[in-house]
Structure formats: structure tokens, C-alpha cells
């Protein structure tokens, strides 16, 4: 299979139990800095590693984990899931859920974002999968990067969680 293109400067692989530590210190930094995830992270180690979740990768920069995606399965319960079966008719065991995806600001501009997100699409690809995501409108520079990678998007939604809900948008990863 082939691998997608990393960017000069950029390693992404698959998370090891070790990175996990250095992510999730860097996911409470682009809590604070972006706002994402907005319901906060009290076990940020925890959020990371989701029930359901089929792999996570991690961009190292200098040596340094500097941004994190994850693979589901996708549920039910998923508003980006039910969107996709109903337009086109898929097997939900065949939809994956690509989520937890962050890149710290200072490593911004050097493509781990979309070398991360390739990754996930390869790999679920790989799986039999077509992948879908939320994304809270707010999120501006992430809706422009899944734009720019050719996803699709399915239409608007509400992102719920315990303190309260947002406004978000529906995408689906580029076919085969």
C-alpha cells in the first residue's frame, strides 16, 4: 500500500503507548490556546484513547509529538455516521469516525494536520472504510483543511456534550 506523502520535517506514526503522556500535555495546550475539545479534558490521556478506537497516529516535529489523530468505530449515536448511511446507503460497520485531531500552534504550517489526516483516510481505507467526521464550526482552519483534502461535506449538526451543545458541520473522506 502506498503511504501518503509526509511533509519535510514531519514523522507520522502510529501511537505508542509512550506518546501518549506528550500528547495529551499537548492536547491541554490547544484546549487553552483553541478552545478544542470544548468539553474540557479532565483525563486528557483518557479522551485520547476512546472506546471503540481503531488506531491513532501521532506528527513528530525535532522529536516531539506535536499532533494526534485517532480512528472509531462509528455508532449510532453519531449524528456524522447516520448523515452518510442515509445519503448513501452504507454499512455502518464500514463507517469509521475520524476524531481527536489536534497540532500544536507551533507547529502549524507544516502540514502535520493533513499528513495525520491522510494517514487515518490510508488506514481506514486499508480496513474496508470510509471515514466521517464533526467538526465545530467555530473550527475554521480545520474546515478549511478537510475542504482542501477533498472531503465532502454531509451538512450542518449539533455537537452535544455535558455542559451544553454547538453548532458543527458534517464531512465524509474522498472515495477510493
Known amino acids: ?38 468539553e474540557g ?8 484513547s476512546p472506546a471503540g478506537m481503531l488506531g491513532a497516529w501521532v506528527a513528530e516535529a525535532d522529536g516531539r509529538v506535536v499532533g494526534h489523530v485517532a480512528v472509531g468505530r462509528g455508532g449510532a449515536g453519531e449524528v456524522a455516521v447516520r448523515m452518510w448511511v442515509e445519503r448513501s446507503g452504507a454499512d455502518p460497520d464500514r463507517v469509521g469516525v475520524l476524531a481527536r485531531l489536534f497540532v500544536l500552534p507551533e507547529a502549524r504550517g507544516l502540514a502535520a ?30 474546515i478549511r483543511l478537510y475542504r482542501r483534502l477533498g472531503w465532502t461535506e ?13 453548532d458543527a ?8
Open 1 to 38: 500500500m502506498n503511504q501518503p506523502a509526509t511533509p519535510p520535517g514531519v514523522l507520522v506514526r502510529v501511537r505508542r503507548d509512550s506518546d501518549l503522556a506528550e500528547a495529551a500535555a499537548g492536547l491541554a495546550v490547544v484546549h487553552v490556546t483553541d478552545g478544542y475539545p470544548v
Open 41 to 48: 479534558v479532565s483525563d486528557p490521556e483518557g479522551w485520547l
Open 113 to 142: 494536520g493533513a499528513a495525520l489526516v491522510e494517514a487515518a483516510t490510508a488506514d481506514a481505507r486499508a480496513r474496508g472504510m470510509r471515514l466521517v467526521l464533526d467538526v465545530l464550526a467555530k473550527d475554521t482552519a480545520a
Open 154 to 166: 454531509l451538512g450542518p449538526a449539533v455537537h452535544e456534550f455535558a455542559s451544553g451543545a454547538v
Open 169 to 176: 458541520l458534517c464531512f465524509v473522506a474522498p472515495g477510493a
